[in-house]
Antibody, heavy 124, light 110 residues
Framework: QVQLVESGGGVVQPGRSLRLACAAS????????MHWVRRAPGKGLEWVAV????????YYADFVKGRFTISRDNSRHAVYLQMNSLRGDDTAVYYC?????????????????WGQGTQVTVFS | QTVVTQEPSLTVSPGGTVTLTCASS?????????PSWFQQKPGQAPRALIY???NKYSWTPARFSGSLLGGKAALTLSGVQSEDEAEYYC??????????FGGGTKLTVL
């Protein structure tokens, strides 16, 4: 069965950094894009970033460009989110979600599996 | 940047039918936006319901269906049950690798 387990969240001061990790199992990890999505308190879901199946393409929401970096290690079945220059409005639960298959692309299932999320609190 | 708009809240009676919509600030939503729908309950991760406009997952209850309606993506729940009370989110592909979630609809079953 597909499992996604996030880790690395915590409480951090503004301007500092955190690195989130998402460990995947139960599917052929190297065939799928992977996404990060967040939900801030009192707000809805917000797409953060995606990395292609092979790591060669990465896309970001405008509000994290230049501050966050998504990466993956297919040998470890893991995707990461390096978050720098954190701000108070980055406080949220961060989810990783399984993305599209490189063969079917956006026509196929995407965001079909989610982790339980990891809490990031930026607090001075 | 694309803004995706959903009804903030809707109320439906048990056994009734309700349609949630998902609009794009760029114009009519088409299949090329690959709309997906999700359900989220408090304290839980989102659960996928529909992908690529109308496709269901193996776990999607039959009472949920996706479509395009009046230039928007739509999620229709027929024969609503109390367990369907939740927040519902759509996401649209806006091009250039970017996905945009709607603000969510809080569905109350009353």
């Amino acid at each position: 069965q597909v499992q996604l387990v996030e880790s690395g969240g915590g409480v951090v001061q503004p301007g500092r950094s955190l690195r989130l990790a998402c460990a995947a199992s139960g599917f052929t990890f190297s065939n799928y894009a992977m996404h990060w999505v967040r939900r801030a308190p009192g707000k809805g879901l917000e797409w953060v970033a995606v990395i292609s199946f092979d790591g060669n393409s990465k896309y970001y929401a405008d509000f994290v460009k230049g501050r966050f970096t998504i990466s993956r290690d297919n040998s470890r079945h893991a995707v990461y989110l390096q978050m720098n220059s954190l701000r108070g409005d980055d406080t949220a639960v961060y989810y990783c979600a399984k993305g599209e298959d490189f063969l079917t692309g956006l026509n196929g299932p995407l965001f079909d599996y989610w982790g339980q999320g990891t809490q990031v609190t930026v607090f001075s | 940047q694309t803004v995706v708009t959903q009804e903030p809240s809707l109320t439906v009676s048990p056994g009734g039918t309700v349609t949630l919509t998902c609009a794009s600030s760029t114009g009519a939503v088409t299949t090329g936006f690959f709309p997906s729908w999700f359900q989220q309950k408090p304290g839980q991760a989102p659960r996928a319901l529909i992908y690529s406009t109308f496709n269901k997952y193996s776990w999607t209850p039959a009472r949920f269906s996706g479509s395009l309606l009046g230039g928007k993506a739509a999620l229709t729940l027929s024969g609503v049950q109390s367990e369907d009370e939740a927040e519902y989110y759509c996401v649209l592909y806006s091009g250039g690798g970017i996905q945009v979630f709607g603000g969510g609809t809080k569905l109350t079953v009353l």
